[in-house]
Nanobody
Framework: QLHLVESGGGSVQAGGSLRLSCAAS???????MGWFRQAPGKEREGVAT????????YYSDAVKGRFTISRDNARNTLSLQMHTLKPEDTATYYC??????????????????????????WGQGTQVTVAS
């Protein structure tokens, strides 16, 4: 079992920056992890995922070049550095992990937001609001 707790959300003006963190309990270092978001009235979408070892990163087209995902396995933490924020980035952001070390699963998880034949763990979410 993994317990994920996000922090770092808040309100910022367009063009600003925020850094989200996710503290994980359990053997998170063995798993692909990522960030997802859900805006009111919209489906949840993948933002970025990172492989278990931290050497491979995957981003949605909406955030590529503006957001950076990273992890510190020694501290069991996952981060999302967000720059040049836009009003359309406003959403609740969720930390997630899947019980797989395969890069294809990590990339697929970003695209599908779900995983087959493996466990998926979700945090409670943190709100990010970007004012225009």
């Amino acid at each position: 079992q993994l317990h994920l707790v996000e922090s770092g959300g808040g309100s910022v003006q367009a063009g600003g920056s925020l850094r989200l963190s996710c503290a994980a309990s359990g053997y998170a270092s063995n798993y692909c992890m990522g960030w997802f978001r859900q805006a009111p009235g919209k489906e949840r979408e993948g933002v970025a995922t990172i492989s278990a070892g931290g050497h491979s990163e995957y981003y949605s087209d909406a955030v590529k070049g503006r957001f950076t995902i990273s992890r510190d396995n020694a501290r069991n933490t996952l981060s999302l550095q967000m720059h040049t924020l836009k009003p359309e980035d406003t959403a609740t952001y969720y930390c997630a992990a899947i019980t797989s070390r395969f890069l294809s699963d990590c990339q697929g998880f970003l695209q599908a937001g779900r995983a087959v034949n493996m466990d998926v763990f979700w945090g409670q979410g943190t709100q990010v609001t970007v004012a225009s």
